[in-house]
């Protein structure tokens, strides 16, 4: 996914139609272990259409400032008109951001870095606009073999057209925990963990 990745307004708008049904928890999970509270200033880098700014623009009220902050105008686009108007949206690749230094308490970012294509460089960007005392907290899809429902989205995708899996593929590194640690050091992050998030998801079947 180059830094000019652009969505057509179709496809955004499938985008947020579709994702928040297996993403909504995840969300509402990294937006509440973030740790965010009332005054807090925080940038949701690679907002997409602000699925997670939905859950962390409560958090920072009645005295804080939330920012998403994303590549694609057209969903931001979408961002603007689905979110609470407190928040502030900024269309920006992840890898050169238009903040100054030491700006944000938190930088959380859900499902970005493992699409970025110098992902350290994103998370350095995200070690310049945290204070000193800022946490990033940020999520990827778990390895191979710890994700059954990318799993059985590769394996129908292969049925129909293996050339289709490639973006799936792509959103599973294939060691994340190793991903997210080296890429973080690399950055200059001097404290880092990792874990497993896990949360069921429901999805209805499909109807013809």
Known sequence: ??????????????????THVFMEESARLLATGALISAGDVVLDLACGTGLVARHAAALVKPNGRLVGADISATMLEIARTSTDSGVEWVQSPSEDLPFDDNT???????????????PVAAMSEATRVLRPTGVLITTVWATPGHNPYIENQLELLA????SLAASVRQATPADADEFLRSTAHKAGFESVAVTMLEHDVDIADFKP
């Not at 944000?104 to 294509?117: E, L």
């Not at 049925?159 to 293996?162: I, K, M, R, S, T």
């Open 1 to 18: 996914m180059p830094s000019s990745f652009q969505l057509a307004q179709h496809q955004a708008t499938a985008y947020e139609s579709f």
């Open 104 to 118: 944000f308490t938190h930088v959380i970012c859900q499902q970005g870095f493992q699409f970025f294509v110098d």
């Open 159 to 162: 049925a129909l057209d293996p």
